[in-house]
Each structure stands twice: as C-alpha cells, then as structure tokens.
C-alpha cells in the first residue's frame, strides 16, 4: 500500500513540476537544469534521461527556440524534488513480510 502511495505522489508530482527559471532565459534555465542533474547524481538517483533532455534544451536555445528550451530545461531542474522523494523512499524500501 505505501508504495502504490509512493507512486501516485510520485506521478502526481510529475504533473505539477515548477518553473524555476523562467524569467532568466534559458542559459540560465540550462544552468539550473545541470545543477539538478549534478545533485541527482551526487545522491545516486540521476535518471537515465535528464542529460538527453538538457542536451535537447541546449539545441532548442541554439537554434532560438528559447521558449521550448525553457520549457523543457525547467522539466528537468523540476524532476529534482521528485528524485529526492525517491531518495528518502528508497532508504525504507524492502520486503514486509
């Protein structure tokens, strides 16, 4: 039960991630996302995707897609409040037997 809880928190936060960069541009966007991919990282739960997107987000603003490259860069520095939620779940994660 807890971890179907977990799970629906998890999904329900992916919808409702936050912009945190949009009034800098997207340099800074693409700066924030790094930093969240370098934190991830740093707490073991970097997922697989985060560098493909800022990778892309890279591409959009150099091509002067600075709105999508926001939108997608900010998707990425949003995911960290999720990876840290899966953090603290994983330290309880186990067999109830």
């Known amino acids: 039960m807890r971890l179907k809880l977990a799970i629906a928190t998890i999904a329900l ?9 949009m009034a800098g541009g997207a340099t800074d966007a693409i ?3 790094k930093d969240a991919q370098k934190e991830a990282k740093s707490i073991g739960f970097e997922w697989r995707d985060m560098g ?7 591409e959009l603003a150099k091509d002067g897609k600075e709105k ?8 990425v520095a949003g995911q960290l409040d999720i990876i840290k939620k899966q953090a603290e779940l994983a ?3 186990g067999p109830t037997f």
């Open 13 to 21: 936060s992916i919808t409702t991630l936050t912009a945190p960069a």
């Open 68 to 75: 999508k490259a926001i939108k997608l860069a900010n998707k």
């Open 91 to 93: 330290k309880t994660a």
């Open 31 to 33: 700066k924030a996302a």
């Open 52 to 58: 493909k997107m800022i990778k892309k987000a890279e």
